[in-house]
C-alpha cells in the first residue's frame, strides 16, 4: 500500500511528505496504526500460487508422442500382449519422470524475495519507541534506523546521522550510498534518490528516520516482486526445435500406421489383431523413445563438466542454450570488475601525477612519477598519504591464507593501501600520531575530518568531495581553475575522486577549536580510484567478440564510471546510455540503442528487462547475468539467466539458471564454449540416433508390403515381421542410449569459439544431416530385411501350404533375434562416423574419448545377454544365435562403415575444390 502524491515524495520536503501522509515526526498513534493496519493490509509481499506437482506431471505426458506411445498401450492391452503393453507404458512413464524432476521448481524465488523483508523493527507510536512486527508498519510510520538493520519498508527520510545504506542489490551500486534529508530531482534515477531507504537493504553506517511510504507490494521490492512473478520463462531454442520435430514425427507416425493398418488388412487380406499389431510395432519403432533421456544424459554431463569449471546449472536445458548464445547483457561490479576499489591516480599539490600500479587492496605496487619515474621522498605526496591515513576508519589486514581482507568502508580501505604502496603503515602512524577528535563523514557537508596529536601540538585532516574540501582552502583562483581541471581529467577516465587537506591547530586540544573546520586549510592533492576491470573479463570479452557474442554492460553505477570501464574492458568508446535517456526513446530508439550502445548506466528493472526483450525481437539468444533483487526479472525473461554465487541474493539465483560461484565474467566465457561443446554433441547424438528410427519405420513398412503372409497351424495367416515391439524399444532404449553416451564425452570441435552463433530459428538438423538420416536409414532398413529373410527362410521351409507353429514360432524367434542384432551391430559401426559429422573415421583420435570402447563393449555383451539369456528370451521373444549368424548380423554395420566413409570422402573433395574455385 502506498500513499504517493502526483510529486514523487523524493521530489519533496519531509515536512510536506509528513503532512500528506497525515502523520508527524513523532509517528503515529498505536489505534491509528491499528486502523490503517485494517485498511490497507499487512506489510507483506503477495506471493503467487505454487503450480501443484499433478499439473508439472500431467504436462510432460500431455504432448503428441506420449499419447501415441500411450495409445499403442492401449492397443497391446486390448490385443492381450501385456508384456508388449508394459514395456511401453514404462517408456512414457520414464521419460514423464526425467521432466518432472527437471521442472519442480515453482515459487522459490519468490519465496527468497520475502525472506529479505525485515521480521522486526523498531517504530514511534505513542511518542515513544517501540519494536513491532515489520508485517505491521503501514504508511505514515516513522521508523528509527541504526546500523546494521535491515529496512522493513521504504522510508522518506526525515533524519540521518552519518547513515548509509547497502543497495547494491536493489540498484546495482557498488558502494553504501550516502543518505540525506534533502529532496532530489523528481527525474532522479533510483540509485540517485538519496532521501529515501527502500525496503530490504541494509544500514550499514550511522542511523536516523524515515517515515513510511510504501509498503508490500507497493514498495520498489514489491514492485520487482510483481516483474518477477510476471516475467515469463522461455523455451531453449533447443527444445523448440525438438517440440517442432515431435509434432512431425508424430503426424508421420499416425499417417504412416493408419496405411499400412489399412494395407494389411485389405491389400493383403490379413485380420485385424495381426494388422493392428503391425500398426503397434511401427510407432514403436518410429518414436524415439530414448531421445528424452539421451539429450538428458549429453546436458547431465555437460552440468557436471561446467560445475568443474565453477558454473553451477540449476535447469538442465540452460547448458545448451548456452552453446547459442549470441548477446550477453552483464553487471559491472565483481563481474567484469574486481569488486575492490583501487586508487590508480594522485595529484599532489606541487603539481607532481602520479600513477600508481597494482590493483585490489594487495599492497603490492608502486607510485609511479608520470611519466613514469620511480617516486623517491617526495614531501608533498607523502603528506597526503599520511592524511588519507589517519582521516580514516577503515581496516587492512592480511589472513593466514594470505589473503588481504579489509574492515570498513571500500573507499577508506583503498587509501590505506595506496599509503602501504608508498611506503607507510598507517598502524605506525595513528600510533604516533593519537586522535583527538573527530567529524564523521556526513551527507550535509561531504567531508570528513580528524584531529591528531603530533610535535607541534596539533594537526587537523580532512578528506571528502573535491568541491567540499577545495573550498576551504587557501588557493588562488589560477590554483583552484587547476584543481578542477584536474579533477575533470579523473573524473572523464571514470574515477572517484577525493581530495586531502590539513591544517596545523597549535597547541594541543582536546576537541575541534569554534570554525576550525570553516576555512584555512591547505590542499595536499587529490586522489582517484576505481573498481578495476578484471584482465581476464577483458581476455574473456575479447574471445566472445571472436566467438560473434555482442557483449553489453548494463549497471547501476554512474555513467562516466560506466563508460570509461566499458572503454578499458573494450565495450566501445561512447558514453553510456542512462535509464532516463531510455524513458525518452520510443520502440524504434530502443532498437536502435540495442545496435549501437554498450554500456548502460543507472538503470532500472523495467529497463532491464526491456533491453533483453528488445534483444530478443531482433533475433538474439540472450544471456542475462546479474546478483541483485534489481537483476532477478530479467534474468528470469532471459534465454539463459547467469547468478553470481559470492555476492548474488537468494531472489537473483532462484530465478536464474546457471549460478557462477566465482562471479567471474571470464566463467561465463567458459560456459558459452561448454555450451557449443555440448549442443554439437547433442546433434551428433540426434544424427546417429534418428536413423535408426526411421530405419526400423522402413523395415516394417517394407515388411507389410513386400513380406509374404504367413499362414500358421492353428493360428491363420500372420504377417512377417522382422521385429515385435518389445524387441524395438530394447534398440530405442537400450542400444541407441547405451551407445549415444559416448558421443556427449567428445571434445570441442577446434573451431567452435570462431564461427558465429547459430540463430533463434536454426532448424536442428540442416539439409546435410537430414540427408544423412535418410541415407544411413535406407542401408540399414536394406541390410536388416536381407539378413532377416535370409535366417527366416533358412530356418521354415518354403512352399509349405500350412507353416507348423512350433516352426514358424522358432524360426520367428531366431530370424528377429538376428535382426535384432544386425541394427545393435550396425548402430555401433555408424557411432564411429558420428564422432565426426565430417572428418574421417580416426579425425578425432581412435582413444580421445574415454567412455568409446567401454560403451560398445557394453553393448555387445547387452546383446549376447539378449539373445542368449533365458530371461531376456522369455521377455523379448530371442533365440540364441550361433557363430555364423553373428557373422551375418555384422553385416550391414560394415556396409555402412564404407558407405559413409566414401560419402564423407566426396563431400571433402567438394569443398575443396570449391574453395580452389573461390
Given at each position: ?249 508424430t503426424a508421420g507416425v499416425l499417417a504412416l500406421s493408419a496405411t499400412l493398418f489399412a494395407y494389411a488388412v485389405w491389400g493383403k487380406g490379413g485380420d485385424l489383431g495381426g494388422a493392428a499389431f503391425t500398426a503397434i510395432t511401427l510407432a514403436v519403432a518410429a518414436i524415439p523413445e530414448g531421445l528424452p533421456a539421451i539429450i538428458t544424459i549429453a546436458l547431465a554431463i555437460g552440468v557436471r563438466r561446467m560445475a568443474s569449471r565453477r558454473a553451477v546449472v540449476r535447469q538442465l536445458p540452460a547448458v545448451e542454450t548456452l552453446g547459442s548464445t549470441s548477446a550477453i547483457c552483464t553487471d ?491 541394427v545393435a551391430l550396425f548402430q555401433v559401426c555408424y557411432l564411429l562416423h558420428c564422432r565426426s559429422l565430417h572428418g574421417g573415421l580416426g579425425a578425432v583420435g581412435w582413444f580421445s574419448n574415454p567412455v568409446l570402447w567401454p560403451c560398445i563393449a557394453l553393448l555387445v555383451l547387452l546383446q549376447a545377454a539378449f539373445v542368449h539369456l533365458p530371461a531376456m528370451q522369455a521377455v523379448f521373444g530371442t533365440a540364441p544365435l550361433d557363430v555364423t549368424a553373428w557373422w551375418h548380423a555384422m553385416l550391414p554395420g560394415l556396409a555402412v562403415l564404407i558407405i559413409i566413409d566414401i560419402e564423407k ?14
Amino acid at each position: 500500500m502506498t500513499h504517493h502524491p502526483t510529486c514523487p515524495v523524493h521530489a519533496q520536503p519531509y515536512p510536506q511528505v509528513l503532512q500528506r501522509l497525515t502523520s508527524q515526526s513523532d509517528g503515529l498513534s498505536t489505534d491509528e496504526a491499528a486502523r490503517r493496519l485494517a485498511e490497507h493490509g499487512p506489510n507483506r509481499l503477495p506471493t503467487a500460487r505454487s503450480e501443484p506437482a499433478w499439473r508439472i506431471a500431467w504436462r510432460q505426458i500431455n504432448n503428441p508422442i506420449s499419447w501415441v506411445l500411450v495409445g499403442a498401450g492401449v492397443l497391446a492391452m486390448v490385443l492381450r500382449l501385456p508384456t508388449d503393453a508394459a514395456v511401453v507404458f514404462a517408456a512414457v512413464f520414464v521419460n514423464a519422470g526425467i521432466g518432472f524432476v527437471q521442472e519442480w521448481r515453482s515459487g522459490r524465488a519468490i519465496a527468497a524475495l520475502s525472506a529479505m523483508v525485515a521480521e522486526s523493527t523498531t517504530v514511534l507510536r505513542d511518542h515513544r519507541p517501540q519494536t513491532v512486527p515489520a508485517e505491521s508498519l503501514v504508511v505514515g510510520d516513522v521508523v528509527i534506523l541504526a546500523g546494521g538493520d535491515k529496512v522493513p519498508a521504504d522510508l522518506r527520510l526525515i533524519e540521518t546521522r552519518n547513515l548509509r545504506a547497502e543497495e547494491a542489490a536493489l540498484t546495482g551500486e557498488s558502494v553504501p550510498v550516502i543518505k540525506q534529508t534533502d529532496a532530489v530531482a523528481a527525474e532522479a534515477a533510483l540509485g540517485d534518490r538519496l532521501c529515501l531507504a527502500f525496503a530490504g537493504t541494509h544500514v550499514t553506517q550511522g542511523g536516523g528516520r524515515g517515515v513510511v511510504v510504501a509498503t508490500g507490494g507497493a514498495t520498489e521490492l514489491g514492485r520487482i516482486n510483481a516483474l518477477l512473478q510476471a516475467a515469463s520463462s522461455l523455451q531453449t531454442p533447443l527444445t523448440r526445435q525438438l517440440a517442432k520435430v515431435g509434432r512431425w514425427i508424430t503426424a508421420g507416425v499416425l499417417a504412416l500406421s493408419a496405411t499400412l493398418f489399412a494395407y494389411a488388412v485389405w491389400g493383403k487380406g490379413g485380420d485385424l489383431g495381426g494388422a493392428a499389431f503391425t500398426a503397434i510395432t511401427l510407432a514403436v519403432a518410429a518414436i524415439p523413445e530414448g531421445l528424452p533421456a539421451i539429450i538428458t544424459i549429453a546436458l547431465a554431463i555437460g552440468v557436471r563438466r561446467m560445475a568443474s569449471r565453477r558454473a553451477v546449472v540449476r535447469q538442465l536445458p540452460a547448458v545448451e542454450t548456452l552453446g547459442s548464445t549470441s548477446a550477453i547483457c552483464t553487471d559491472k561490479t565483481g563481474t567484469l570488475t574486481r569488486n575492490e576499489m583501487t586508487v590508480q591516480a594522485i595529484w599532489s599539490a606541487d603539481g607532481q601525477r602520479y600513477a600508481v600500479t597494482g590493483i585490489g587492496y594487495a599492497p603490492d605496487g608502486q607510485l609511479l612519477a608520470v611519466p613514469g619515474t620511480l617516486l623517491h621522498d617526495r614531501q608533498a605526496v607523502m603528506d597526503l598519504l599520511a592524511g588519507a591515513c589517519l582521516c580514516n576508519e577503515a581496516g587492512l589486514e592480511q589472513d593466514p591464507e594470505g589473503r588481504w581482507r579489509i574492515a570498513g568502508d571500500p573507499t577508506e580501505a583503498a587509501l590505506l593501501t595506496v599509503a602501504r604502496k608508498g611506503g607507510l603503515d598507517e598502524s605506525r602512524l595513528r600510533m604516533d600520531h593519537p586522535r583527538l577528535d573527530a567529524v564523521p563523514f556526513e551527507s550535509e557537508h561531504r567531508f570528513m575530518a580528524t584531529l591528531h596529536r603530533d610535535r607541534a601540538g596539533a594537526t587537523g585532516w580532512m578528506k571528502g568531495a573535491p568541491e567540499t574540501v577545495v573550498a576551504r582552502c587557501r588557493l588562488a583562483d589560477v590554483e583552484r581553475a587547476s584543481v578542477h581541471a584536474v579533477q575533470e581529467s579523473f573524473a572523464a577516465r571514470g574515477l572517484r575522486v577525493l581530495a586531502v587537506a590539513r591544517k596545523e591547530a597549535g597547541a594541543p586540544s582536546e576537541a575541534f577549536p569554534p570554525g576550525f573546520l570553516d576555512d584555512g586549510w591547505t590542499l595536499c592533492g587529490l586522489v582517484g580510484m576505481l573498481d578495476p576491470p578484471r584482465q581476464e573479463a577483458m581476455d574473456a570479452i575479447r574471445a566472445c567478440h571472436a566467438a560473434g557474442i555482442t557483449v553489453t554492460m548494463i549497471t547501476g553505477d554512474h555513467p562516466a564510471t560506466a563508460a570509461a570501464i566499458g572503454r578499458e574492458l573494450g565495450l566501445g568508446g561512447a558514453a553510456a546510455l542512462t535509464g532516463n535517456d531510455l524513458d525518452h526513446l520510443d520502440a524504434e530508439g530502443w532498437r536502435n540503442a540495442v545496435r549501437a550502445v554498450r554500456v548502460f548506466a543507472r538503470v532500472a528493472p523495467e529497463h532491464k528487462i526491456r533491453l533483453v526483450e528488445t534483444l530478443q525481437e531482433a533475433g538474439h539468444v540472450v544471456a542475462m547475468t546479474g546478483d541483485g533483487v534489481n537483476d532477478a526479472p530479467a534474468l528470469k525473461r532471459a534465454d539463459i539467466g547467469v547468478a553470481m554465487g559470492i555476492t548474488g541474493t537468494a531472489v537473483s539465483k532462484e530465478a536464474a539458471k546457471i549460478v557462477l560461484t566465482d562471479d567471474n565474467f571470464a566463467t561465463i566465457a567458459v560456459a558459452v564454449e561448454e555450451g557449443r561443446r555440448v549442443y554439437d554433441n547433442l546433434i551428433k547424438a540426434l544424427a546417429f540416433i534418428l536413423p535408426t528410427n526411421l530405419g526400423l519405420a522402413l523395415v516394417l513398412a517394407a515388411a507389410t508390403i513386400g513380406f509374404p503372409v504367413i499362414q500358421v497351424e492353428g493360428l491363420g495367416p500372420e504377417l512377417l515381421l522382422p521385429m515385435s515391439p518389445t524387441q524395438i524399444l530394447w534398440i530405442n532404449l537400450v542400444a541407441s542410449v547405451a551407445l549415444s553416451l559416448p558421443i556427449a564425452f567428445e571434445v570441442l570441435e577446434p573451431q567452435a569459439m570462431l564461427r558465429p552463433p547459430r540463430r533463434r530459428t536454426e532448424p536442428v538438423f540442416s539439409a546435410f544431416v537430414i540427408w544423412r538420416t535418410v541415407m544411413v536409414a535406407m542401408v540399414m532398413a536394406a541390410g536388416t530385411c536381407l539378413v532377416f529373410l535370409w535366417e527366416f527362410r533358412r530356418l521354415v521351409p518354403v512352399g509349405l501350404d500350412t507353416v507348423p507353429t512350433a516352426v514358424w514360432t522358432a524360426g520367428l524367434a531366431e530370424a528377429q533375434s538376428i535382426a535384432v542384432t544386425a541394427v545393435a551391430l550396425f548402430q555401433v559401426c555408424y557411432l564411429l562416423h558420428c564422432r565426426s559429422l565430417h572428418g574421417g573415421l580416426g579425425a578425432v583420435g581412435w582413444f580421445s574419448n574415454p567412455v568409446l570402447w567401454p560403451c560398445i563393449a557394453l553393448l555387445v555383451l547387452l546383446q549376447a545377454a539378449f539373445v542368449h539369456l533365458p530371461a531376456m528370451q522369455a521377455v523379448f521373444g530371442t533365440a540364441p544365435l550361433d557363430v555364423t549368424a553373428w557373422w551375418h548380423a555384422m553385416l550391414p554395420g560394415l556396409a555402412v562403415l564404407i558407405i559413409i566413409d566414401i560419402e564423407k570422402r566426396i563431400r571433402r573433395a567438394r569443398q575443396v575444390h570449391r574453395l580452389e574455385l573461390a
